[in-house]
């Protein structure tokens, strides 16, 4: 029965919803008139139920439908387009295979100039009109690259000759390249393969084309450099530019009201501080705009250009404690290793250095390790190198990655230019004789929002605040809450540094102290370092020292020799008298080994100022070592001393 009265109520619905009415029979009079060329009338239809439905416009929109395509037509379309399609990838593999065919001939060295610039002006002609897509080809973009080169040559060599006409026809083919690759500079500075044509571009470009490439970057420096290819033209741009167009460029990153003021910016402040205060910006929103910039930046990676490095330097000078504690917090660990190699970029990290907590100095450290070797022969990076050892004071972590690392390459670093600096800070800290200007103002840097921080938590570690000498008081800020001269017995004395250093001093006497740059180790190791840190502890290998360089210095003069003798030399003669003058047991051991006896020998040259250093010596006991022989020599005119020094030997 269910099922029965479901049928019937399905049969009722479909007759409701449109199926056959049932048939009516009407009367004639019940019919009503209907007009010609009416239509019936339907309530969904009707406009008056829909006042406010706007009409449709008359176009080419409402026309009728075309009638879709059929299967077989559209084979016929889609077969057209791939021809089409491979037409044009074999008339550009040909023109390829055209370019690489020319590119092999001209970058060969068995060619003529001549020849040359006959391959690049054909080139050049096959390649017009098409410019923009070969840049971003792997092969033709090579090629290009070689045509700009060779363009700017023949441009110089024409120059050179005279030839105004040669150098005209060369300078209108790069300009040529130029002025088609203009418009596409932003899309292939993004390109894997156009970016290399971009720097050829950049490195043979005139002023004139230079700027005008660094204003076609106006609004697109801060995307770019949070593009791993496009950051790269960005930092060539910048290296290649004057300080001007450098100053545009950084202007960009600081705030998008800069942009407004940039001539009034460009002509005297660089400083981002002296910016704010000459147009009166609002702090906290150039603060903003650059958190907004650094940070994509910062988490992508892309941390190797100097133009981040200086951006980061001006950030921290306006930034508030939490934002510069948390672009610390990004930098600690292997980001920083890839920064320390520019100037401001090692200035960064000796920040990072300074105002990091125990944590982030850690990871500083163990960021470092395996790569200690090469960061102590970079120039910048050796200051990173050179902070850590004066500023953190957990030394058994330092001595683990550092030191160690330190000692593998000692006899290599002892000569290398800036591979001694941890060396020399650790013999003689913050010494001007070895660290320029530059480097310790580096060196007293600071976070303004962060070093009232470090002032107060100072005290709270229990070291004394009460001082009269100032320089005292900063030492102590900047030098961590360890005693330094604690810090530097600890990583210098007790982990082997010292000891494996007299070490090679010894093996290597005669070459350090014939090198420019190895003769100052070689005095700061036999003098016993600043304030004695050496002895006694060393005082037995410091002695097999003096005797090692007494031995070389006994050798006799010869007439013919493979290399100057100690005494002749420029620099170990310096060396060896200043030794003379500051060390008295160094001093007592030469004379008594290898000049006693031997004076007048060596009172002629170079060697005569090691012989009167005995005289000028502050030491009385080295004094009247060698007055008795060396007077007569001075009497008779044969030894020549300098007033000062004279009258300080007669007096004795």
């Known amino acids: 029965m269910a099922a029965k009265d479901h049928d019937t109520r399905l049969k009722k619905r479909k007759q409701v919803s449109g199926g056959t009415k049932p048939e009516t029979h009407h009367t004639s009079t019940s019919k009503k008139l209907k007009l010609v060329g009416s239509k019936p009338t339907n309530p969904r239809n009707n406009d008056s139920s829909k006042p406010f439905k706007r009409p449709k416009p008359a176009g080419p929109d409402n026309a009728e439908k075309t009638t879709p395509l059929s299967k077989k037509e559209l084979r016929v379309r889609a ?58 080809s792997h092969v033709s ?51 894997a393969y156009g970016v290399h044509l971009v720097k050829k571009m950049l490195d043979n470009a005139s002023k004139q084309q230079l700027a005008e490439f660094i204003s076609s970057l106006h609004g697109h420096v801060a995307s770019l450099l949070r593009h791993m290819v496009g950051s790269v033209v960005v930092e060539h741009a910048y290296q290649l530019g004057n300080a001007t167009q450098k100053q545009e460029l ?28 000459k147009l009166d910006l609002q702090k906290s929103s150039v603060l903003k705009h650059m958190t907004s910039v650094i940070q994509p930046i910062l988490e992508k990676g892309i941390v190797d250009h100097s133009i981040l490095h200086r951006v980061l330097i001006e950030y921290f000078t ?98 290398d230019k800036d591979g001694r600096r941890p060396l020399l800070q650790l013999l003689h800290p913050n010494c001007s004789r070895y660290l320029t200007p530059y480097d310790l103002a580096s060196l007293s840097l600071s976070i303004p929002s962060l070093s009232n921080k470090v002032e107060s938590d100072i005290p709270s570690e229990g070291m004394e605040t009460e001082t009269n000498d100032p320089d ?44 420019n740059f190895g003769k100052e180790v070689m005095y700061e190791v036999a003098t016993g370092g600043a304030d004695g840190i050496l002895h006694p502890t060393l005082d037995d290998k410091l002695n097999e020292l003096y005797e090692a360089i007494a031995t070389l210095v006994a050798e006799p003069k010869s007439e013919e020799p493979k290399e100057e ?88």
């Open 472 to 515: 005292e008081s900063t030492q102590l800020v900047d030098g961590g809450k360890k005693d330094p001269s604690v810090r530097r017995q600890e990583l210098l004395v007790k982990s082997g540094l010292a000891e494996r250093l007299v070490d090679v001093c010894i093996a290597s006497a005669g070459e350090l102290l014939r090198s």
């Open 250 to 277: 950084l202007v960009e990153l600081y705030s998008t009201e800069l942009q407004l003021f940039k001539d009034l910016v460009l002509k005297k402040e660089g400083r981002l501080v002296d910016i704010i205060s």
């Open 565 to 652: 003798h100690l005494l002749e030399n420029f620099h170990s003669s310096r060396t060896i008298r200043r030794l003379i003058l500051d060390c008295p047991a160094f001093a007592s051991t030469l004379w008594n080994k290898a000049l006693k006896g031997k004076c007048e020998l060596w009172a002629q040259g170079h060697s005569c100022r090691v012989v009167s250093a005995f005289l000028a010596s502050s030491d009385s006991k080295v004094n009247k070592l060698a007055k008795k022989e060396l007077q007569p020599l001075i009497d008779a005119g044969t030894l020549k001393v300098p007033e000062t020094r004279a009258a300080i030997g007669t007096k004795e």
């Open 79 to 136: 077969k057209e387009l791939a021809e089409a399609r491979k037409k044009k990838r074999k008339r550009y593999y040909n023109l390829e295979h055209e370019l690489a065919h020319l590119w092999e001939k001209m970058r060969s060295r068995d060619i003529s100039k001549e020849d040359r610039y006959k391959l690049v002006g054909e080139a050049l002609e096959k390649m017009k009109g098409k410019i923009p897509e070969i840049a971003s």
């Open 318 to 415: 306006i930034a508030e404690e939490f934002s510069a504690t948390d672009v610390i917090k990004q930098l600690s660990g292997p980001l920083l290793v890839r920064m320390i190699h520019t100037r401001d970029g090692s200035r960064v990290g000796m920040l990072c250095v300074k105002h990091g907590s125990a944590k982030e100095r850690k990871k500083i450290i163990k960021g470092m390790k395996g790569h200690i070797r090469n960061i102590a022969s970079d120039q910048c990076g050796s200051m990173v190198l050179v902070s850590l050892v004066s500023v953190v004071d957990d030394t058994k972590l330092i001595t683990k990655v550092v030191i160690n690392e330190l000692q593998e390459h000692l006899k290599d670093l002892v000569f």
């Open 141 to 191: 973009s090579r090629v290009l690259q070689t045509c700009v080169k060779y363009c700017t040559k023949a441009e110089r060599d024409a120059k050179k000759k005279k030839a105004d006409g040669d150098a005209k026809k060369r300078k209108a083919e790069k300009d040529a390249v130029f002025e088609e690759l203009k418009p596409h500079f932003l899309t292939l500075s993004r390109s």
